[in-house]
């Protein structure tokens, strides 16, 4: 009798133990969320299996508990398999349908069979899918689950038998409650740990790409600019010496210019990678004090071009959920409005409006070259299209829509005269709101 009481108490406390540790972690991983009432049960289990020693009555209370918890275990086993593997409508239907006839069978099974031989046939259907599930993920943590759940199924075979009277199944029962709490504990671990090689691994894999993403980008751009810059310098070179004095300025523009789109270039990918390791710090920032300042930016990058640049609000202070990197995704927007326009007069309207239920929308129309239908949904994602868009302005629409992405926010190209890619872009932003607003 004292041994046993002792016996119980130690699982108890190695069971409360196990649980708070695999709690704590499964609110973490996704893959032992749906094992998590299993294990608030199998404490509660325990305590009344120890205090039985004290008051007989309580036994009844552990088997109850326990039996739930082994059913809730077999049951997100169940919902595992599904979400994996009965993807396909046809295939949900199929579940659906018999999961009504199981409904049906499964009271009446229990009447005709006892409940642990119930529990065991259901552990064996249960651990054969779990074993289905791990050789298609092959993970750790399948692996110590499939453990877990032999030791599960020992146990109860083993306080099946006991109760059977098959001597020597006590002893083994006791041992295997401890090799399963053991095994479960050790489940949670290798969890976390897989966790977080995952994570890491993910971590060096971004950035090994936005590594080799920069570096086709810069050196795409960088060739054409440098093309530019030369076939200006062979056209003067292969001018005779009377042409050379009238047309050496406009020449020379095109090369101040082709200069002036590198230097961007350079700093978007800077500004871009200053971002990613700043975080994402957001505040309420008054929208047309950032847009006026972006303007102004502008005009002095393009002082020899002809620029009407109007803005239409519909409150004259209006705030946004965003922060300083705002200027950049005006600048930039701005900046691509002038350079991909063929315009003598580059006209460009920003409209500034509140939009239900929480938005800020901000549209930039211009007069420019436009941008095609099969270019306006990747436009925005610079990798998937860097030999068909001019120098430049690929990494400035990335670093924009990594921006936008950033205030949990929208942006897509629409053609500014509906059906007429050619008449010109309208650019459309959407913010969520700031809480300041103008009394």
């Known amino acids: ?14 069971t409360i133990i196990s649980a708070m540790v695999f709690g704590t972690i499964s609110l973490r991983h996704k893959t032992l969320r749906l094992w998590l009432p299993c294990i608030i049960l199998f404490p509660f289990g325990s ?32 919902v595992d398999y599904y979400q994996i593997y009965f993807k396909s409508r046809r295939e949900r239907n199929f579940m659906q349908k018999n999961g009504k006839i199981i409904f049906f069978i499964g009271p009446v099974t229990l009447i005709v069979i006892p409940v642990q031989i119930v529990m065991i046939i ?31 199924f020992i146990s109860l075979s083993c306080t099946t038998l006991y109760e059977f009277g ?17 095994f479960f504990l050790a489940t949670a671990i290798v969890a976390l740990l897989e966790q977080r090689i995952v994570n890491s691994e993910k971590k060096y894999r971004d950035a ?16 054409n600019i440098l093309q530019s810059i030369r076939s200006a310098s062979d056209l003067l070179s292969m001018m005779e ?6 047309r050496s300025l406009e020449i020379m523009k095109i090369i101040d210019e082709q200069i002036t789109r590198g230097a961007r270039l ?5 500004k871009i990678s200053k971002l990613e390791e700043s975080g994402n710090f957001i505040e309420n920032i008054e929208i047309r004090k950032i847009l006026d300042d972006a303007i102004s930016s502008v005009k002095t990058i393009f002082p020899d071009k002809n620029l009407d640049i109007k803005i239409e609000v519909s409150e004259e202070k209006m705030f946004a959920k965003a922060n300083r990197f705002l200027s950049e995704v005006f600048e930039n927007l701005l900046v691509n409005a002038i350079m991909y326009n ?9 409209k500034i409006s509140r939009t239900p239920p929480n938005w800020i929308r901000m549209e930039f129309q211009d007069n420019g070259i436009g941008i095609r239908d099969d270019r306006k949904e990747s436009i925005f994602f610079r990798g998937q299209e860097k030999s068909s868009i001019s120098g430049g302005m690929g990494i400035g629409l990335s670093l924009v829509r990594t921006i936008i992405d950033g205030y949990k926010g929208k942006i897509w190209v629409e053609d500014r005269v509906k059906g007429d890619y050619s008449q010109g872009s309208n650019i459309i932003i959407l913010i969520p709101e700031g809480g300041v607003r103008n009394s």
């Open 1 to 14: 009798m004292l041994l046993e009481a002792t016996l119980d108490l130690i699982i108890a406390i190695y």
């Open 47 to 78: 305590v009344f299996i120890y205090l039985h020693n004290f008051f007989e009555t309580l036994r009844i209370m552990g088997d109850i508990l326990y039996l739930l918890a082994i059913v809730c275990l077999i049951f997100a086993i169940f």
């Open 122 to 152: 259901l552990s064996i259907v249960s651990l054969g899918m779990l074993i289905h599930i791990y050789l298609i993920q092959r993970t750790p943590t399948r692996a110590i689950m499939v453990l877990t759940l032999i030791c599960g």
């Open 166 to 182: 098959v001597w020597g199944m006590w002893e083994l029962s006791y041992g295997m409650n401890f090799v399963f709490l053991t």
């Open 208 to 223: 090994y790409d936005r590594a080799e993403l920069y570096k086709d980008l810069f050196a795409h751009d960088i060739n």
């Open 241 to 246: 010496a009377s042409d050379k004095k009238a």
């Open 266 to 270: 350079v700093s978007n990918i800077q």
């Open 342 to 350: 063929d315009s003598t007069r580059i006209e460009i309207l920003v």
